[in-house]
């Protein structure tokens, strides 16, 4: 039942609820209120660190702390003056968990409610993708029908485990709000979060809008505000990466305008809710974990609609250092639900990705068909169009370069190796045993503008004398990052300080020099290219 169609009584229930609690918000006292942090001490800091082997979050600090807790509110100052139409879309809060600790998941749906104006608030709905643990089953159904009796809270449950994706889809059929909200079950909503998504969908209904996502800490609970915002990238294996918001975006824009992003994070998204199944809702080949993300941005894109985050909406959600459940079968659902993305949406540029996964070229990874043709039957562009139109920054490691490969040192079993450093934001950049192709840690491109690059890191100099061969990001565009391959002397020469990368006394696992060039065998380097 829509709002405007709820019984005066409800509505008006509804309403005295949220005002009460709004009018009390900030006089809240006890652990965590205003989102600070909870500190334990002895025996409970003790046990909140075991069990966070089991939860991957503090547990204990969580229990102290009220399901109803306030939270400060961290937006910029520029969005407290923006007046929303009173006439918005209505909104289905889709929560879905499997196997979800208890006080994450209700603050989830509390703050939810808490902050949601009723008129706009059609129904959250809790999609239990079939938990196991005792309390998620009568107690939690007890627990819904005594706090919100007015059955804004809606319980399914999937008759098997079917993983977050297949989740998600059957929390969207139950729906039947104008706007689908998804959110992962340990979030906490921040003030006013819920309008400016519902104005953008109103303005443009073939958007999908991301809330700035706000750090609560693992293990002491702190929500933190992420301070200025960024935009979602990928890396070539398919791994979601945040990035600094690109100049062509920085120039025409008030800091609370929407800004597009290539791609989204996965968890927190908002759109239309008929819009969602004309543009293919999810893969529903995709198992558990992973993937989606990349897929629903790539595909929202290529068929006609745009991804926007939002600075005026926030929503906090605990970074989970390990995953809480189990993964049936110990499948590497990332990679595989990656490869259907590969294989589905990237054309050609799919050689990047097994590029980096040559362990997923012969794997079964489902049937794709149903999604070749949704492909076909939207229309949708081309994946090199979304790589030069949404995201023209993105580094393709064997176009337009000198060279790619392996950097392999001359008379030697050593090449240039990451050293795994590749998820960080800098590393050092070291030499180890050359892996004959089957280590995403040993590529490398020399750029036409001499940078030695990967994904968005470059090679520059550290350390008191220049030393140290580190990477770094390339946006920085510093001198040191001109490195000049003499292809005949093997040589890669630093153009700043005129120095030479040398391997010199060096074993496996050990970090690279930058030193005076000296003709030697331990400063030669050749690249070896790789079949993609
Ligand atoms: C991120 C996303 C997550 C999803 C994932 C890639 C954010 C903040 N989170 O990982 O939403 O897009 O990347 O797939 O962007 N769940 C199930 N069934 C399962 C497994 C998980 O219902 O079989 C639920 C889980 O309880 C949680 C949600 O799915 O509510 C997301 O899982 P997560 O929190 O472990 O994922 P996260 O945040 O590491
Ligand atoms: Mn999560």
């Known amino acids: 039942m829509r709002s405007e169609e709820l019984p005066t009584h409800v509505l008006f229930m509804r309403k005295k609820r949220f005002d009460a609690y709004q009018a009390r918000e900030l006089l809240r006292t006890g652990p965590g209120e205003k989102g600070l942090p909870v500190h334990l001490e002895g025996e409970e800091k003790l046990l909140g660190e075991k069990l966070m082997q089991k939860e991957a979050f503090n547990i204990v600090a969580s229990e102290k702390i009220s399901l109803e807790r306030s939270v400060k509110d961290v937006r910029d100052h520029r969005c407290k003056d923006i007046i929303y139409p009173k006439n918005l879309p209505s909104a289905s809060v889709i929560i879905i968990y499997h196997n979800e600790a208890w006080t994450p998941l209700l603050r989830t749906v509390h703050s939810v409610i808490n902050r949601s104006p009723p008129e706009y608030l059609h129904e959250v709905i809790l999609l239990d993708d079939f ?3 005792p309390e998620l089953g009568d107690k939690l ?13 809606k319980m399914v449950r999937a008759q098997q485990r079917s993983g977050l994706i297949r989740a998600r889809i059957e929390g969207a059929k139950a729906a039947t709000g104008d706007v689908i909200v998804f959110l992962d079950s340990h979030c906490e909503a921040g003030t006013q979060w819920l309008e400016p998504i519902l104005a953008h969908i109103q303005e443009n209904r073939k958007t999908v809008v991301c809330p700035i996502i706000d750090a609560i800490n693992d293990n002491t609970l702190e929500y933190s505000s992420v301070g200025g915002y960024n935009v979602g990238g990928f890396s070539w294996s398919m791994h979601f990466t945040w990035r600094d918001v690109p100049e062509r975006e920085k120039v025409h824009r008030k800091y609370t305008d929407p800004i597009s992003s290539p791609t989204m994070a996965g968890g927190l998204l908002a759109l239309d809710r008929k819009f969602f199944w004309e543009i293919g809702a999810y893969d529903d080949g995709m198992d558990v974990w992973g993937g989606e993300n990349l897929e629903i941005s790539f595909r929202t894109w290529m068929c006609g609609g745009r991804l926007e985050f939002l600075p005026c909406s926030r929503v906090g959600h605990i970074f989970r250092s390990s ?3 189990t993964f049936p079968g110990g499948k590497d659902t990332h990679g595989l639900n990656s490869a259907r993305v590969a294989e589905v949406w990237m054309d050609d540029y ?4 097994y590029m980096h996964r040559h362990d997923l070229k012969n794997k079964d990874f ?3 068909s149903a999604r070749v043709d949704l492909r076909k039957k939207l229309q949708c562009k081309s994946f090199k169009w979304y790589l030069d139109n949404v995201y023209p920054e993105k580094f393709v490691l064997d176009e337009g370069v000198q060279a790619y490969g392996i950097v392999k040192a001359v008379d030697s079993s050593l090449c240039l190796d990451t050293l795994s450093g590749n998820d960080k934001m800098e590393y050092d950049l070291g030499v180890y045993y ?3 192709g089957t280590s995403t840690n040993q590529l490398f491109s020399l750029t036409q503008t001499h940078e030695l690059r990967r ?3 470059c090679l520059d100099s550290s350390g008191d004398d220049g030393s140290v061969a580190r990477m770094t990001l390339c946006f920085k565009k510093t001198p040191g ?4 391959h003499d292809v005949d002397q093997g040589t890669l020469i630093q153009e700043k300080s005129g120095k030479c990368l040398d391997r010199a006394d060096l074993s496996s696992g050990d970090i690279v020099k930058v030193k005076p060039c000296n003709g030697g065998s331990s400063q030669k380097w050749m690249f070896e290219s790789v079949s993609l």
Not at 141 to 153: A, F, H, L, Q, S
Not at 350 to 353: A, G, I, M, N, T
Not at 481 to 484: A, F
Request: net charge positive; charged share 35%.
């Open 481 to 484: 990052m001109k490195w000049k």
């Open 141 to 153: 159904r007890t627990y819904v029908e005594k706090t919100w009796p007015d059955g804004i809270v």
């Open 434 to 436: 050359y892996q004959r």
């Open 350 to 353: 799919k050689r990047l990705f």
């Open 455 to 457: 994904e968005n890191l």
């Open 131 to 133: 938990s196991d643990r």
């Open 366 to 368: 489902g049937d794709i």
């Open 323 to 325: 995953h809480p459940y």
